[in-house]
């Protein structure tokens, strides 16, 4: 009889493990939604036309879990503004938790001061986004606090 709970202990016990391991693993496909906070590290202005730089910052997952929550986020940007024209364009790196990471590329417009939106695409990644693709729509927007950004990204992904 005791032979007979120890087995079964040992199934429950291996159950769990096989539940808890299959969790973290990511969908081949879905969305991300992403909240950022960055501050403006670098910004160099060549004239009053184009200036350049970095951002670094962390990601929370909307979910309060799960994929880029509680990551870190890099990113360099370039803005072209001339009369009526304000473009900009640069490449981010989001790394979780773990250190794999997701490579984006965006394009945007700013419409209002210190307002920013555009597009994500997502370019690569690594670990357990290796191959990753996809998109979404991003926003930001100037605090006009010590050069801080707040951001949000909805980013639809497939893995192959």
């Known amino acids: 009889m005791c032979k007979n709970i120890i087995i079964w202990m040992a199934g429950v ?35 009053d036309d184009y200036s350049h730089g970095t951002l670094t910052g962390v990601t929370f997952n909307e979910m309060g879990k799960g994929p880029l929550h509680l990551g870190k986020a890099a990113c360099s940007f370039s803005i072209f503004t001339h009369k009526k024209i304000n473009k900009s364009a640069g490449f981010c790196t989001y790394e979780d938790t773990d250190g794999d990471k997701v490579f984006i590329r965006y394009t945007g417009t700013s419409e209002a001061v210190g307002k920013w939106n555009g597009s994500d695409e997502i370019i690569g990644g690594t670990g357990k986004f290796e191959g990753i693709m996809g998109g979404g729509a991003g926003s930001c927007a100037n605090t006009d606090k010590r050069g801080e950004f707040p951001c949000t990204a909805k980013l639809e992904y497939r893995l192959p």
């Open 13 to 47: 016990a291996l159950a769990c493990l096989c539940i808890n391991a299959t969790a973290d693993v990511l969908p081949k496909s879905g969305e991300i939604n992403l909240q950022s906070i960055y501050k403006g590290t670098s910004i160099t202005k060549f004239n």
